[in-house]
Nanobody, 125 residues
Framework: QVQLVESGGGSVQAGGSLRLSCVASRHTSCMGWFRQTPGQEREGVAAVFNNGGASYYADSVKGRFTISRDNAKNTLYLQMNSLKLEDTAIYYC?????????????????????WGQGTQVTVSS
């Protein structure tokens, strides 16, 4: 079992920045961030290889969000810049034993084994 605990969510004005963190109870190969709004399916935001290189970004966040990880601390990060109203969602950290594929499958929720409880991000005008 792997426990994941997110932090760093909050409220910010459009154009602002937030950094999300996720502390894992143990190391896993592939980690990612997802988000979900009421009535919508959970969507992949970004995923990262074991070595820290990004394996996947959703088109909607490319150039604005940066995923990274610190394996020594078992911590995953998501730096979110130039936030938009449509980025408002609950953001979830996810972990998988498998290696990231480096393709769009890394944005699929069913490819991940463990989930955090989520942290709310609200962007206002």
């Amino acid at each position: 079992q792997v426990q994941l605990v997110e932090s760093g969510g909050g409220s910010v004005q459009a154009g602002g920045s937030l950094r999300l963190s996720c502390v894992a109870s143990r190391h896993t190969s592939c980690m990612g961030w997802f988000r979900q709004t009421p009535g919508q399916e959970r969507e992949g935001v970004a995923a990262v290889f074991n070595n820290g290189g990004a394996s996947y970004y959703a088109d909607s966040v490319k150039g604005r969000f940066t995923i990274s990880r610190d394996n020594a601390k078992n911590t995953l990060y998501l730096q979110m810049n130039s936030l938009k109203l449509e980025d408002t969602a609950i953001y979830y950290c996810a972990a998988a034993w498998r290696y990231c594929s480096g393709d769009s499958s890394d944005g699929e929720p069913n490819m991940f084994d463990y989930w955090g409880q989520g942290t709310q991000v609200t962007v206002s005008s």
